[in-house]
T-cell receptor, first 112, second 114 residues
Framework: SQQGEEDPQALSIQEGENATMNCSYK?????LQWYRQNSGRGLVHLIL???NEREKHSGRLRVTLDTSKKSSSLLITASRAADTASYFC????????????WGAGTKLIIKP | GAGVSQTPSNKVTEKGKYVELRCDPI?????LYWYRQSLGQGPEFLIY????????DSGLPNDRFFAVRPEGSVSTLKIQRTERGDSAVYLC????????????FGAGTRLSVL
């Protein structure tokens, strides 16, 4: 079953603008991950944030986590055409060390 | 190889036929996952292997689906008596168990049942 819910479902912005995607989840977690999927390809891990962290950066990516609201956001700054992809959040289950529970994703389109 | 390899990349079959999908994980990764992904959806968990054993097969939709990993490396997902509803992209992922479960995915097999 899907736990995470991303919003928006789709986002279209101009190259150079910032893109923000949100993820909500339902249960207690140890960590939350974001993945990217280019059309017709597998998923690629982007960043992981632990439940005791509130913010994390990696290059042009910024992830926040609010465990009280059970939500996370992914910000991509200075977007590029190559950022066009679907973005998924995945949460582990606090009581399982192997299951990841996935949202339905946000489809991001960067217009040149 | 350097990454997770899945073959074939595309498979077209007729309703009622048997298909096998192969996954070659990253060397040394003990955990292996199979997912199914429909258009516009996230991955749907099918089965998880730790080594050679299926530690959790609760996501397999019915007994037409079966997966093996006999030597703890390559895995094969087998679908009997395929139905049109089985059409989807089948993704395989592997991970180093215990390392925060960061999963590495193959490019998937797109299965089309006509």
């Amino acid at each position: 079953s899907q736990q995470g819910e991303e919003d928006p479902q789709a986002l279209s912005i101009q190259e150079g603008e910032n893109a923000t995607m949100n993820c909500s989840y339902k249960t207690s977690i140890n960590n939350l991950q974001w993945y990217r999927q280019n059309s017709g390809r597998g998923l690629v891990h982007l960043i992981l944030i632990r439940s005791n962290e509130r913010e994390k950066h990696s290059g042009r990516l910024r992830v926040t986590l609010d465990t009280s609201k059970k939500s996370s956001s992914l910000l991509i700054t200075a977007s590029r055409a190559a950022d066009t992809a679907s973005y998924f959040c995945a949460t582990d289950d606090k009581y399982s060390n192997y299951q990841l529970i996935w949202g339905a994703g946000t489809k991001l389109i960067i217009k040149p | 190889g350097a990454g997770v390899s899945q073959t074939p990349s595309n498979k077209v079959t007729e309703k009622g036929k048997y298909v096998e999908l192969r996954c070659d994980p990253i060397s040394g990764h003990t955990a292996l996952y199979w997912y199914r992904q429909s258009l516009g959806q996230g991955p749907e968990f099918l089965i998880y292997f730790q080594g050679t054993g299926a530690a959790d097969d609760s996501g397999l939709p019915n007994d037409r689906f079966f997966a093996v990993r006999p030597e703890g490396s390559v895995s094969t997902l087998k679908i009997q008596r395929t139905e049109r509803g089985d059409s989807a992209v089948y993704l395989c992922a592997s991970s180093l168990q215990g390392v925060e479960n960061i999963q590495y995915f193959g490019a998937g097999t797109r299965l089309s049942v006509l």
